[in-house]
Every structure is written in C-alpha cells, then in structure tokens.
C-alpha cells in the first residue's frame, strides 16, 4: 500500500484568509498534488483543509478538487472531523478527503461514528478565545481553545487566551505557552523546542493535523472496515456540499455522519493544562484592544466576561 498525502495550504480557504478561492497563489498547489499522482498514482490519496472549502464560493474549492478526481476515475470520499473528540482541548474542525483508484475510501473515512455523549451542563473553569478578534467572532470555547492558528508570515504568534474565572485578577486572562499549545495538538510538551524562535515553534503547532486524528486516520488506511450504518442519500451535481460525501464509480452519496468518529475521554483539564506547562497574562495592550472591540461589537458576552477584562486590564496597568 503506498499513500500520498498532501495539506495544502488553506490561505484562499479560511474565513480569516484572503478567500480567493482554488486558484489563489497559496490553495492553488493543489495542481501540482494532481501532477504529481497523475505521473505515479498511490492507492490512496489523503487531503487536509478547512471546513470552508464546501462552502465558499458556493462550494468551488471542493467541487474542483473532486470534478478532477472524477475525471481520472478515482472513487473519493471526504468528512468533517472536529478534534476535540479525540481527547485533545482544542476544537478544531478540518476536512479530510481520501481517494483511491482501486479501493473504496468510504471504509476509510465513514467507518467509525459515536453517538453523542450525554450532555451534562456544568460551569467550566476556562473559556478560550480569540484575543485577535472581538469585531465579528470571538471563537469562544467552554473547556476547549478555539483552533490554534499559524499565525503570520513573519512568525509572530498569536495562540488563542484562556479565561481562568476562578484566578484573582492579573491572572484570570491568560496566554498560554508553547508546551500548552503542543500539547493542545497532541504532541508531547517541547516537541518543536529544536526551533529557537517562539513565533516559528506557533506556527508549526498550528499548521500540523491533531496528532490523534492522523492516528485514527493511519490506522484505518491500515485496516480498513465497512461503512457506519448511517442514512445516505444521492448528490445531484450542483447540490450544497454536506459535511460528509463520496463518489463510488460516480455515483455521488450525502453521508449523515457527525464530527465525531471517536469519542476519546479528554484527561486534562484546561486549567490543569496551563498550570502544568505554563502561562502568561495576556499583555495591556492585547487586552484593551480586545476589550475595546468586544464592548463596541453585538455579540454575545457570556456572564462576568468583560468583568473579568476590566479587572485584568486594571491589574496589569
């Protein structure tokens, strides 16, 4: 079994990015992955990138990679997965599309479906957020950071902040460190500390796929099994792209999975993350500017939020 796998870059894809679409400068080297695996193809071909994708611009992006697919008669199957199912705090939803000439990738990516756990309603110690934003999202997460990103092009870091509601003020708004942020993807605590820029270290944790979602993935590419008795249904060319599809011998599916192939037990807390491998409070200035954007937005600000701010920026002033 030979495998290529390819993230191209999600730079015309991302909400936050410049939304050019399939062929912008950066998402367009998906061209040369088609290149390359037209000259030699693997048995299975494996992609990675953002939810936006299925629908921006109407869904071009993921209707050009799969119309190529089809045209060289690949069967293709692809699904949205959110890592936070697999034992990490993070929440971070990604597309995963496998392809294959020879085999049926459905067994790949639709094996594994776990009904939702049930919901208990409890207070959370930590919230995370987007400390960048404020104006129109704020990316926040009960329990969980919102998706680490890979910050700018230059490598200056910009993770998510954690609001800690039960620490005193100067405390309570916290920037996690690098450790906490590799750990957050899965990764052992100073698995990029080879690299001695902490901008460059962020921007590999952002960029890398959650370490127990390429397990999951590997592993079924291993061992394949039989589809999830889900309800599926057919996909006229020209529909809105579901969260799940695929394509046997062209004929196209609507797959009900959710996002949660696994349902792993997260065993630390984000809390006891950040007291274990370290924080910061969030500067002055990130915190005013947040805190001035936020208060002057329409969303919604969850209970002793902005009280929190206030106190945090009296405290560091």
């Not at 919230?127 to 950071?145: A, D, I, Q």
């Not at 405390?171 to 001695?196: H, K, M, N, Y």
């Not at 329409?298 to 405290?315: C, N, S, T, W, Y």
Request: aromatic letters at 8%; glycine letters at 10%.
């Amino acid at each position: 079994m030979d495998v290529v796998a390819a993230g191209f870059p999600c730079t015309d894809l991302s909400q936050v990015g410049r939304m050019a679409g399939i062929d912008g400068g950066q998402s367009g080297l998906i061209k040369e992955v088609f290149r390359l695996i037209d000259d030699a193809p693997p048995t299975w071909l494996v992609l990675e990138n953002v939810p936006n994708m299925l629908s921006l611009h109407s869904g071009s992006p993921i209707a050009a990679v799969v119309a190529w697919l089809e045209a060289d008669g690949w069967n293709w199957a692809y699904r949205t997965v959110d890592s936070q199912h697999f034992g990490v705090r993070q929440r971070r939803r990604r597309v995963f599309l496998v392809a294959s000439q020879s085999e049926d990738p459905r067994t790949v990516l639709f094996a594994d479906e776990t009904s939702p756990p049930y919901a208990v309603a409890h207070r959370h110690a930590a919230y995370g957020f987007y400390w960048t934003e404020g104006n129109r999202g704020l990316g926040w997460g009960p329990g969980v950071t919102p998706t680490l990103k890979g910050g700018s092009a230059v490598g200056i870091a910009s993770p998510p902040a954690i609001w800690r509601r039960d620490r005193d003020a100067g405390q309570a708004i916290s920037r996690p460190s690098i450790e906490v942020g590799e750990r957050l993807q899965g990764f052992r605590a100073g698995w990029t500390s080879q690299v001695d820029r902490e901008g460059i270290r962020w921007k590999l944790v952002g960029n890398a796929v959650t370490v127990p979602v390429a397990t999951w993935l590997g592993s079924r590419l291993a061992e394949p099994r039989p589809p999830a008795d889900v309800p599926s249904r057919p996909l006229p060319v020209g529909s809105r792209w579901p969260s799940a599809a695929a394509s046997i011998l062209g004929a196209r599916e609507a797959w009900s999975l959710s996002e949660r192939p696994l349902a792993r037990r997260q065993r630390s807390t984000l809390d006891g993350l950040l007291d274990e491998h370290g924080w910061a409070p969030l500067s002055l200035g990130a915190t005013l500017g947040f805190t001035t954007r936020f208060k002057a937005s329409r969303l919604k600000q969850p209970p002793g939020f902005v009280e929190a701010l206030d106190a945090h920026i009296d405290a560091m002033a």
